[in-house]
Structure formats: structure tokens, C-alpha cells
């Protein structure tokens, strides 16, 4: 008779849906540290973070960066004749997204 309570309480444990673990909304509000070193996430290559037709505009961009812990310098070229300054930093995958999340929406890898 143990034997058959004993199967049944398994198979109902079985049957039962586990319920899902939602984490405290608490610390999903705490957003991550945004000067925290990023974790190494494949190889190293260029990022285009941003480009500018002002040089003052690429400062303030490397500047932003700084603030979350990317080195940024601008660099000026020149396309059909006028100035362009753009905001290239060196990363990898985790690179990319901290300057994502810091709303450089549109950064990429060069090719």
C-alpha cells in the first residue's frame, strides 16, 4: 500500500506545473555600474561609434564615452570636400553593446 501512495505522489509531482521564478523588481530597476570593465566577448576590432560634420559634436561623443570607461578620440576626414569627424574606439562584442546601452543606438563593427 506504501508502495502505491508512494507512486502516486510522484506522478502528481510530475504533473503539477512549476511555477516561474520572477526576480524582485527591485533589482531590475538597479542598472549596472556603467564605468564597470566589460567582459571580454570575442576578438578586438574597430567600432564606429558615431560621426559628426562638427568637430565640437565628436568631442561631446568622446567625452560621453569616457564617462562609461571607452576611450574615444575623434578623427577627421573628408568626404566630397567637407570635413567629417568620426568616433572610432577598438572593442569587441561586449564593447559594442555598453556603448549601445549608453545610446550610441547605432554604433557597428567596421568591416
Not at 58 to 70: D, T
Amino acid at each position: 500500500m506504501a508502495k502505491a501512495a508512494d507512486k502516486a505522489s510522484k506522478k502528481a509531482s510530475k504533473s503539477k506545473a512549476t511555477p516561474a521564478v520572477e526576480a524582485p523588481a527591485a533589482a531590475a530597476a538597479v542598472p549596472a555600474d556603467p564605468a564597470a570593465p566589460v567582459v571580454a566577448g570575442g576578438p578586438s576590432r574597430p567600432i564606429q561609434v558615431a560621426s559628426f560634420s562638427k568637430e565640437d559634436n565628436a568631442k561631446r561623443a568622446a567625452e560621453a564615452l569616457a564617462k562609461i570607461g571607452v576611450t574615444a578620440t575623434p578623427q577627421k576626414s573628408e568626404k566630397a570636400g567637407k570635413a567629417v569627424w568620426g568616433v572610432v574606439v577598438t572593442g569587441d562584442d561586449a564593447m559594442l553593446q555598453k556603448i549601445k546601452d549608453a545610446g550610441f543606438a547605432d554604433a557597428y563593427f567596421l568591416k
